[in-house]
């Protein structure tokens, strides 16, 4: 997915009117041609229009220039002159543009360093527009499923990590963890993930190896907790035992791990993909409460509950 030379980016991160400290490229034909150039500006209606007709892979920066766009986009956030509604689009679209580096590019470890930023962020976002949480789960225009997955999950886990009274420390490892989660499948057969339809059961073994890969990525690679690494490969096992690669049950599963498997089930059911409809978020959760019940822990699918019911009060 990546292009030598150059990230994408989506341009509903781009402030309208105002220069940019960055030239801005379009891919044509599978050509990478100067699209606006340092210093120039772009309308608003501009960046709708495009933004709509966009798929996700138009639009691009130079690597060299990825710190700059990153003190943009912290600027932008740190600014009193954007609504919280315009920094909750910007935090998750250019989150999102550094998800894919995450999934794609083959220097795994710089990936992994230049994501860490995407969790502080969204802490510091929640706690200080807590509002908006309904906003950034429901924000993108693409259909980049795994990418925004692993966002989607993050914000979960953080709201029901906070409901169970984590502290900012274990907040931040928890963030890491979930937004890690799927890391394994970077060694799963794009035809698998991407296929449309139900797996047969030569690809469901090769869908179920992504915790195993996602260890072994994680081990390969410094400054990981074990807390990561035990939320990455036990987040498909079962509260009551059956779950996988282990088998393991209960306290024998770490906590983020269980927080893990709740959002990541929740956000799977109730997320719009090429081949399935979503369940409505009572659906969702009636369904986990009911006949799925024995995958999860009790006490954090009751907080779940809580967290869903402060975000919908908060969007109303």
């Given at each position: 997915m990546?292009?030598?030379?150059?990230?994408r980016i989506r341009l509903?991160?781009l402030?309208?009117n105002?220069p940019l400290?960055?030239?801005?490229y379009i891919?044509l034909d599978?050509?990478v041609?100067l699209?606006?150039?340092e210093g120039d500006?772009?309308?608003?209606?501009?960046?709708?229009s495009?933004?709509?007709?966009d798929?996700?892979?138009?639009?691009?920066l130079?690597?060299?220039d990825?710190e700059?766009y990153?003190?943009?986009i912290?600027?932008l956030m740190n600014?009193?002159?954007?609504?919280?509604s315009e920094?909750?689009t910007?935090?998750?679209?250019s989150?999102?543009a550094?998800l894919?580096d995450?999934?794609?590019?083959?220097?795994v470890k710089?990936?992994?360093?230049?994501?860490?930023?995407i969790?502080?962020n969204?802490?510091?976002f929640i706690?200080?527009?807590p509002n908006e949480m309904?906003?950034?789960?429901?924000?993108s225009?693409?259909?980049?499923?795994?990418y925004?997955?692993s966002?989607?999950?993050s914000?979960?886990s953080?709201g029901?990590?906070?409901?169970?009274?984590?502290?900012?420390t274990?907040l931040e490892?928890l963030?890491?963890?979930?937004?890690?989660?799927d890391?394994?499948?970077?060694?799963v057969?794009?035809?698998?993930?991407c296929k449309?339809?139900?797996l047969?059961?030569?690809e469901?073994?090769?869908?179920r190896?992504?915790p195993?890969f996602?260890?072994?990525?994680?081990?390969e690679?410094?400054?990981i907790s074990?807390?990561?690494?035990?939320?990455c490969?036990e987040?498909?096992e079962s509260?009551?035992g059956?779950?996988y690669?282990?088998?393991i049950s209960?306290?024998?599963?770490?906590?983020?791990?269980r927080?893990?498997?709740?959002?990541?089930?929740?956000?799977a059911m109730?997320?719009?993909r090429s081949?399935?409809?979503?369940?409505?978020?009572a659906?969702?959760l009636?369904l986990m409460?009911?006949?799925?019940?024995?995958r999860y822990?009790?006490?954090?699918?009751k907080?779940?509950y809580?967290v869903?019911f402060?975000m919908?009060k908060?969007?109303?």
């Amino acid at each position: 997915m990546s292009t030598n030379g150059y990230f994408r980016i989506r341009l509903t991160t781009l402030i309208a009117n105002k220069p940019l400290p960055f030239n801005v490229y379009i891919l044509l034909d599978q050509k990478v041609i100067l699209y606006i150039k340092e210093g120039d500006t772009i309308s608003k209606e501009k960046i709708q229009s495009l933004h709509l007709k966009d798929s996700g892979e138009s639009f691009l920066l130079a690597l060299a220039d990825k710190e700059k766009y990153q003190h943009y986009i912290r600027d932008l956030m740190n600014s009193d002159l954007l609504p919280n509604s315009e920094k909750a689009t910007l935090l998750k679209e250019s989150s999102i543009a550094l998800l894919e580096d995450l999934f794609d590019n083959p220097d795994v470890k710089k990936a992994l360093d230049e994501s860490r930023p995407i969790i502080s962020n969204l802490i510091d976002f929640i706690n200080s527009a807590p509002n908006e949480m309904q906003n950034l789960i429901t924000l993108s225009g693409h259909d980049f499923y795994t990418y925004n997955h692993s966002f989607d999950v993050s914000i979960y886990s953080l709201g029901l990590g906070q409901a169970i009274g984590l502290g900012k420390t274990e907040l931040e490892e928890l963030g890491l963890s979930s937004l890690y989660h799927d890391l394994g499948k970077r060694l799963v057969p794009l035809e698998i993930l991407c296929k449309k339809g139900a797996l047969d059961d030569n690809e469901w073994v090769q869908m179920r190896m992504h915790p195993q890969f996602g260890l072994k990525i994680l081990n390969e690679h410094g400054n990981i907790s074990d807390a990561i690494k035990a939320a990455c490969y036990e987040h498909h096992e079962s509260w009551t035992g059956g779950g996988y690669p282990q088998g393991i049950s209960k306290q024998e599963i770490h906590p983020f791990a269980r927080i893990v498997a709740l959002t990541d089930t929740y956000d799977a059911m109730t997320t719009q993909r090429s081949y399935n409809t979503p369940m409505k978020p009572a659906d969702a959760l009636n369904l986990m409460n009911g006949n799925l019940a024995q995958r999860y822990d009790p006490d954090m699918l009751k907080a779940m509950y809580s967290v869903l019911f402060k975000m919908k009060k908060n969007a109303a």
